[in-house]
């Protein structure tokens, strides 16, 4: 059974940081693209972050470009999603998962994670 794991979460102040951890199983393929997705309650799940499993490719969704990076220890097959300056807006419920190709579509990706909340509030 393909696992994928999130880890990470947790309730911050506006203006703090947090590191999400993401690590699959080894019968998850890794080798496509991986995407840090978030889903708040009553709204639909959103990609917020992008990227090829290589790095080479990489897009943030607008509202997280230039506080948010996806990076990966391939020593540890770790995906990491490091969040800076965060604003309650960001709080959401935060998912990873892997899929073939570049896509915003959750549809598009195949192995999922449980999720870690964050919480941002004052």
């Known amino acids: 059974q393909a696992l994928v794991q999130e880890s990470g979460g947790g309730s911050v102040q506006p203006g703090e940081s947090l590191r999400l951890t993401c690590v699959a199983s080894?019968?998850?393929?890794?080798?496509?693209?991986m995407a840090w997705f978030r889903q708040s309650p009553g709204k639909e799940r959103e990609a917020v972050a992008i990227?090829?499993?290589?790095?080479?490719?990489?897009k943030y969704d607008n509202a997280v470009e230039g506080r948010f990076t996806i990076s990966v220890d391939w020593a540890k097959d770790t995906f990491y999603l490091d969040m800076t300056k965060l604003q309650p807006e960001d709080s959401a419920m935060y998912f990873c998962?892997?899929?073939?190709?570049?896509?915003?579509?959750?549809?598009?990706?195949?192995?999922w994670g449980q999720g870690t909340q964050v919480t941002v509030s004052s």
């Open positions: 998962a892997f899929g073939r190709w570049f896509s915003r579509n959750p549809e598009d990706f195949n192995a």
């Open positions: 990227s090829s499993t290589g790095g080479g490719h990489q």
């Open positions: 080894d019968n998850v393929d890794t080798s496509g693209y």
